[in-house]
């Protein structure tokens, strides 16, 4: 087979790999986000509690990157110390290294069985949580494929004369090897896919193993990179965590280096085949790692606090100076096309201002502070001033010579951007209010009620992001689906006010002492939703879907 062809072949392989492995997340994060977040919330218990609920996280999810990306976001807002959020992040490895263990044994006979069982969820049933279960068992089965594609496309390259000279070179340069993997394991953002990759390289007699444990390590390594890369633009103790894991495994990746170089390790003890040997040895390197650096995360804190330092005032500072860039574009304002174009992506910077007010407000409900709540209220005036500059810059814009479409496309900017604003003042006055409140009353939701809360706001969430995407696309069947979904709220709207009244009736105190502020929290996400639902309007109106009115026609 030509050279091209096989690496033609290899590269398909290892891209149905990556993606297939971030479908199983994707498919994960959709249809249990919420709980798993919850899950993470609460694993405040001690340290061996948080690594436990990370590992178990990072099986579920086949990601430690997720895991901590979840925790920095935590320790951003206060509900994470960051030695715990290290503790999570040491588990998630091990969960990770799990999951490879998992993946890594021959199961090819399942991979009819878990694409039939996958495409007939997510094909033939309308809730969500099946269709996402279909698609974890879909993206499952591609892992599997996409291994046998590895192996595959790899036979050939076992008669390569060039390979055995590129490998003697690793095999005498571990440092280069370990470098070059946790590159690789960088820029494919996962290390579940690297190691797998590596393994599979393995037992086709492609790697060979004196160079496959060095690269284990460099994967372990750059895992703990990608993460480090992902929260580079978030506060100092979000930062701090992935900074402190990776401290951690880079650490103990040289150290154990130099035992693998000393032939310390009992590399047939590890597994009877290349493969086993691989994974055994990356799953050993994870539990080591639990066992030798948990109880020092509190102590690896402090370092992170020396090396990041505390950034408070300086954000603080750059909170009054710094003010958004404006996308409104006043060279172009004569010429209606473009003018709209540029106002379209101010209101969409705008969402995003709105929808991170939006993101952290169940966790400040749940357990916030008067200063976290005050940060969150003044982006209110980035979102009040966004909504006057594009109002004021659409109405220029219309003094101009338009055509009837641009005309109303300009309405509807207009609109969205009213709506916009008015979810904002409701994020703003009433829910971080809210949130205050109940933090200053030193008050608890009922643990029902609460999750109801949360699952609305998760949903509201996604909504907002499918807003967003139609203001841009246009999309009519995603026009249709945040209409529908306007009505689904209304349903959850109205079962959880019936759930809290049966509640209130049985004398649960808690669900007594927040009674008014449950009521108010569920009003307000409703009708963020509603408001947010407009955005579909104009696309629905013109393909002629969206009646005029709910009301029955008189017979």
């Given at each position: 087979m030509?050279p091209?062809?096989?690496?033609?072949h290899?590269?398909?392989?290892?891209?149905?790999?990556?993606?297939?492995?971030?479908?199983?997340r994707?498919?994960?994060e959709?249809?249990?986000?919420?709980?798993?977040?919850d899950a993470l919330r609460k694993?405040?218990g001690?340290?061996?509690?948080?690594?436990v609920?990370?590992?178990?996280l990072?099986?579920?999810?086949?990601?430690?990157?997720?895991v901590g990306?979840?925790?920095?976001?935590?320790a951003?807002?206060?509900i994470?110390?960051v030695?715990?959020?290290?503790?999570i992040?040491?588990?998630?490895d091990l969960?990770?290294?799990?999951?490879?263990q998992?993946?890594?044994?021959d199961?090819s006979?399942?991979i009819?069985l878990?694409?039939?069982?996958g495409?007939?969820?997510?094909l033939?049933?309308?809730?969500?949580?099946i269709?996402q279960?279909g698609r974890?068992?879909?993206?499952?089965a591609?892992?599997?494929l996409?291994l046998t594609?590895?192996?595959q496309s790899?036979?050939?390259?076992r008669?390569?004369a060039?390979?055995?000279q590129?490998?003697g070179y690793?095999?005498?340069?571990?440092i280069?090897?370990l470098?070059?993997?946790?590159?690789?394991?960088?820029l494919?953002?996962s290390?579940?896919?690297?190691?797998?990759?590596f393994?599979?390289?393995a037992?086709?007699g492609?790697?060979?193993?004196?160079v496959?444990?060095?690269?284990?390590?460099?994967?372990n390594?750059g895992?703990?990179?990608?993460?480090?890369?992902l929260?580079?633009?978030?506060?100092?103790?979000?930062?701090?965590?992935?900074?402190g894991?990776?401290?951690?495994?880079?650490?103990?990746?040289l150290v154990?280096l130099?035992?693998?170089e000393l032939?310390l390790?009992?590399?047939d003890?590890?597994?009877?085949?290349?493969?086993?040997?691989?994974?055994?040895?990356?799953?050993?390197?994870?539990v080591?790692l639990?066992l030798v650096?948990?109880?020092?995360?509190?102590l690896?804190e402090?370092l992170?606090?020396?090396l990041?330092?505390?950034g408070?005032?300086?954000?603080?500072?750059?909170?009054?100076?710094?003010r958004?860039?404006?996308?409104?574009d006043?060279?172009?304002?004569?010429t209606?096309?473009?003018a709209l174009?540029s106002?379209t992506?101010?209101?969409?910077r705008m969402?995003e201002?709105?929808?991170?007010?939006?993101r952290?407000v169940m966790e400040?409900?749940?357990?916030g502070d008067s200063?976290q709540v005050?940060?969150?209220?003044?982006?209110d005036?980035?979102?009040?001033?966004?909504?006057?500059?594009i109002?004021?810059f659409i109405?220029?814009v219309?003094?101009?010579?338009?055509?009837?479409?641009?005309?109303?496309?300009?309405?509807e900017?207009t609109?969205?951007?009213i709506n916009?604003e008015?979810?904002?003042d409701?994020?703003?006055?009433?829910l971080?209010?809210l949130?205050?409140?109940k933090?200053?009353r030193r008050?608890q939701?009922?643990?029902?009620g609460?999750?109801?809360?949360?699952r609305l706001?998760?949903?509201v969430?996604?909504?907002?992001?499918l807003a967003?995407?139609?203001?841009?696309?246009?999309?009519l069947?995603?026009?249709?689906q945040?209409v529908?979904?306007?009505?689904?709220?209304?349903?959850l709207?109205?079962?959880?006010?019936?759930?809290?009244?049966?509640r209130?009736?049985?004398?649960m105190?808690e669900?007594?002492?927040?009674?008014?502020?449950h009521?108010?929290v569920?009003?307000?996400l409703?009708?963020?939703?509603s408001?947010?639902?407009?955005?579909?309007?104009?696309i629905l109106s013109?393909?002629?879907?969206?009646?005029?009115?709910?009301?029955?026609q008189?017979?």
């Amino acid at each position: 087979m030509h050279p091209l062809i096989v690496l033609l072949h290899l590269a398909a392989a290892v891209m149905l790999l990556l993606w297939a492995v971030r479908m199983v997340r994707t498919g994960v994060e959709r249809a249990y986000g919420r709980a798993l977040k919850d899950a993470l919330r609460k694993a405040r218990g001690g340290h061996a509690r948080a690594a436990v609920a990370g590992t178990v996280l990072a099986v579920v999810l086949q990601s430690s990157t997720a895991v901590g990306i979840l925790a920095a976001g935590f320790a951003a807002s206060g509900i994470l110390t960051v030695s715990t959020g290290i503790a999570i992040l040491l588990g998630a490895d091990l969960g990770s290294a799990l999951v490879v263990q998992i993946l890594s044994f021959d199961l090819s006979w399942a991979i009819p069985l878990l694409m039939l069982a996958g495409a007939t969820m997510f094909l033939k049933f309308e809730r969500r949580e099946i269709r996402q279960g279909g698609r974890i068992l879909l993206g499952i089965a591609f892992i599997l494929l996409s291994l046998t594609m590895i192996g595959q496309s790899t036979a050939p390259l076992r008669e390569s004369a060039v390979l055995p000279q590129i490998m003697g070179y690793l095999r005498d340069d571990p440092i280069t090897a370990l470098v070059l993997a946790a590159l690789l394991t960088w820029l494919i953002h996962s290390s579940v896919a690297a190691i797998l990759l590596f393994s599979a390289f393995a037992g086709q007699g492609v790697l060979p193993v004196e160079v496959a444990l060095p690269m284990v390590l460099g994967a372990n390594i750059g895992g703990g990179l990608i993460a480090v890369w992902l929260t580079r633009g978030q506060g100092v103790e979000a930062r701090r965590i992935p900074l402190g894991n990776l401290l951690f495994r880079a650490a103990a990746a040289l150290v154990l280096l130099a035992v693998v170089e000393l032939s310390l390790v009992p590399i047939d003890a590890l597994g009877t085949d290349e493969t086993r040997q691989i994974v055994n040895f990356h799953l050993a390197f994870n539990v080591l790692l639990v066992l030798v650096c948990l109880p020092f995360t509190g102590l690896m804190e402090r370092l992170t606090v020396r090396l990041i330092g505390d950034g408070t005032r300086e954000e603080e500072a750059g909170a009054h100076i710094t003010r958004p860039v404006s996308a409104l574009d006043e060279a172009v304002i004569d010429t209606p096309r473009l003018a709209l174009a540029s106002a379209t992506r101010e209101l969409l910077r705008m969402g995003e201002t709105v929808e991170t007010m939006f993101r952290p407000v169940m966790e400040l409900l749940d357990d916030g502070d008067s200063e976290q709540v005050a940060r969150l209220a003044r982006l209110d005036e980035d979102v009040n001033r966004a909504h006057t500059d594009i109002k004021l810059f659409i109405a220029r814009v219309n003094r101009g010579r338009l055509t009837a479409e641009e005309a109303q496309r300009g309405i509807e900017l207009t609109d969205f951007a009213i709506n916009l604003e008015h979810v904002g003042d409701i994020i703003a006055k009433s829910l971080l209010p809210l949130a205050e409140k109940k933090a200053r009353r030193r008050l608890q939701f009922s643990e029902e009620g609460f999750a109801e809360m949360t699952r609305l706001h998760e949903r509201v969430r996604t909504n907002m992001q499918l807003a967003l995407n139609i203001l841009v696309s246009g999309d009519l069947e995603t026009a249709r689906q945040l209409v529908e979904e306007k009505e689904q709220m209304r349903l959850l709207e109205r079962e959880s006010h019936n759930r809290h009244l049966r509640r209130l009736q049985s004398g649960m105190i808690e669900s007594i002492e927040t009674s008014d502020m449950h009521l108010e929290v569920v009003r307000s996400l409703k009708e963020i939703n509603s408001l947010l639902a407009t955005a579909a309007y104009p696309i629905l109106s013109e393909s002629g879907e969206l009646l005029e009115s709910r009301l029955a026609q008189p017979a």
